[in-house]
């Protein structure tokens, strides 16, 4: 399915790759509509049609991953908020033996999220995912988002690693047609970011729903070989 012996660095998304991707939703589509509804005593609907409304026009950029700016736009305490179901952040089923398996084969594992800090911090705490990376970069340091080309050429630039050598894992498509952009070789999608939603038919890149299915590749080819 992929080429691990051309492969010596895995850079990961986290919110729906490493960790499951049913908090996220559930804050922004539902949690923070709810307390939003009860701030600007408007229903739970219209809240939920002027957040919406909201996250479309700002999809994609930084200000869409800023907890700052929605805690601006919405005058609420958004980490306060997320604290208020982080009992819901989790990593995916797959992901420890994926996680570790990546670890022990010798290859460079770095994490890049268009998380927040604030959002990497509180999800890092309740999941402790940082023991299985190299290094860990929020993209607001780059102060731009995985969707640009300018973030993939700041993060070489702060972070070097080879085009040809590198497979980039991400469940959104926006992101991965940036990385491919880029120029990126190995590509993989994830069909099942959260475990509570069917899996989306992905034609545009390989996809996997388990990681399991990875595991005997990469223990078996080292890297290089």
Partial sequence: MLNWSEISTVLL???????????????WLVHLPKRYSEYANISFEQAQ????????????????YCLDYWQEQTQLPITTLKREIQHLIRLRKDAVAFLEALRESGREV???????????????????????????????????????????????????????????????LPVLNSAKKYGIKHLLAIANPDSQQEERTITEYQAITDYGILLEDIRNTPVGK
């Fill in 13 to 27: 998304d986290m919110d729906g790759t490493i960790l499951d991707l049913h908090f996220d939703n559930q804050f």
């Fill in 49 to 64: 049609e002027k957040l919406h409304s909201h996250y479309e026009r700002v999809a994609g950029t930084i200000a869409w």
């Fill in 110 to 172: 770095v994490l890049v999220t268009n998380a927040h800090p604030d959002s990497l911090s509180l999800k890092i705490e309740r999941t402790q995912l940082d023991q299985y990376f190299d290094r860990l970069y929020s993209t607001h340091e780059f102060g731009a988002t995985k969707e640009s080309q300018l973030l993939w050429q700041r993060l070489q630039q702060k972070h070097p690693f080879s085009l040809d050598n590198t497979l980039f894992v991400d469940d959104s």
